[in-house]
């Protein structure tokens, strides 16, 4: 897990990559069942245990994107004008392409069919002498995605081998991109093609995730 502290907001950005998933739909059907539970103590710690944002890893080109969508969701939070109704799940619609919510979990949401899981914690910045069973603690926050989550923690940086080029490019609507096509164009071998258009790609979905707010 790696955690991305953002001192002017006074939160830290928390995320895992899990692969090898052995459980998605009884994860899933544990977070249905979450929301659905009246606000009893017993309700709001199931709702805590799996506070966190659950997003297909095979739908995220790179970490920056997911920082770049994490910060958009904050900054929606503080200034009233989110689309949904946690910071975890605007992070979902900040990565849409789209205005719609259903497309939005649908798209990046964790499904029955994911193999692949990055897991997101937005929380305050745990205070330099807080207790060492802060929940707010780095550690601590791991410890739990690992109590939720069937699957293996691999590191961050393998998260361009789970991720899925052709759907990314369909779901964001790059086939027509003109730089893509230039690239396909180009006298380069295939090996370097394909690691370009990926780069353009990235480059291509953060503009889109950063200017979501502004075309919102």
Not at 57 to 66: D, I, Q
Not at 149 to 178: C, E, F, H, M, N
Not at 199 to 213: F, G, H, P, R
Request: proline share 6%.
């Amino acid at each position: 897990m790696e955690s991305y502290p953002y001192p002017h907001l006074g939160l830290t950005f928390h995320i895992a990559l899990f692969t090898s998933l052995s459980e998605p739909t009884a994860l899933l059907q544990r977070l249905i069942h979450a929301s659905t539970l009246p606000p009893t103590p017993e309700g709001e710690a199931a709702r805590d245990a799996v506070n966190f944002a659950f997003i297909d890893a095979a739908m995220v080109t790179s970490k920056l994107v997911l920082l770049t969508a994490a910060y958009q969701a904050c900054i929606a939070e503080w200034e009233g004008t989110m689309k949904t109704k946690t910071v975890h799940s605007e992070v979902l619609w900040c990565l849409s392409p789209g205005r719609n919510i259903t497309d939005a979990l649908r798209y990046f949401g964790l499904s029955g069919k994911s193999k692949s899981l990055l897991v997101l914690h937005i929380c305050p910045t745990a205070a330099q002498d807080a207790a060492p069973d802060d929940p707010q603690l780095a550690a601590n926050v791991e410890a739990r995605m690992r109590d939720v989550i069937q699957g293996q923690l691999v590191p961050l940086d393998t998260l361009i081998s789970v991720t899925d080029w052709p759907a990314i490019r369909k779901v964001y609507k790059l086939a027509s991109d003109a730089s893509l096509s230039q690239i396909q164009q180009s006298a380069a071998s295939k090996e370097v093609k394909e690691k370009e258009t990926n780069e353009m790609m990235d480059q291509t979905v953060v503009s889109i995730v950063a200017m979501k707010s502004v075309a919102a």
